[in-house]
């Protein structure tokens, strides 16, 4: 059950990005590693695009369980997962975003979800440590590109 409602999930936010017409390289996989990669983001005429207040939020509280797991040495991996997924079915229930901002928020969601649903099948402590800290340079790349 709970696959079919990741997959259902997944499928939404894949769905309300209808705009997005370029292939995506969600990530870059080797046998032994999984590094965060995306299409280019572009910024709003050199300025970073404004995220909605709404969805404000459940990013930042995202970016801080990834922060406080790492500083923290944790080990269970399921539970930031699942805390993860918590915020990120907020965030897309609160999408409000449009146009190109849109698009470009969507373009770091999409690999950014998929590191988190490969965090949730890994077994591998190693393997799920390095995505750990995919997820938190996914969070500096965001910064780089949204306020």
Avoid at 74 to 87: A, N, P
Avoid at 90 to 98: E, K, R
Avoid at 133 to 145: D, N, Q, T, V
């Amino acid at each position: 059950m709970q696959k079919i409602m990741t997959s259902f999930v997944f499928m939404l936010v894949l769905l309300l990005s209808v705009n997005c017409t370029k292939k995506q390289e969600v990530l870059a996989q080797t046998d032994e590693t999984i590094t965060f990669d995306m299409e280019p983001l572009e910024l709003n005429m050199g300025q970073k695009w404004v995220v909605t207040f709404e969805m404000k939020p459940y990013l930042l509280e995202s970016e801080s369980l990834v922060d406080e797991f790492i500083i923290n040495q944790s080990t269970d991996y399921k539970e930031l997962v699942s805390q993860l997924r918590e915020r990120k079915s907020d965030l897309v229930s609160n999408c409000n975003m449009q146009c190109r901002g849109h698009d470009e928020l969507h373009k770091w969601l999409v690999p950014y979800i998929y590191l988190m649903e490969e965090l949730a099948d890994s077994e591998d402590p190693k393997k799920s440590k390095q995505i750990v800290s995919e997820l938190k340079r996914a969070f500096e790349i965001y910064h780089l590109h949204f306020q």
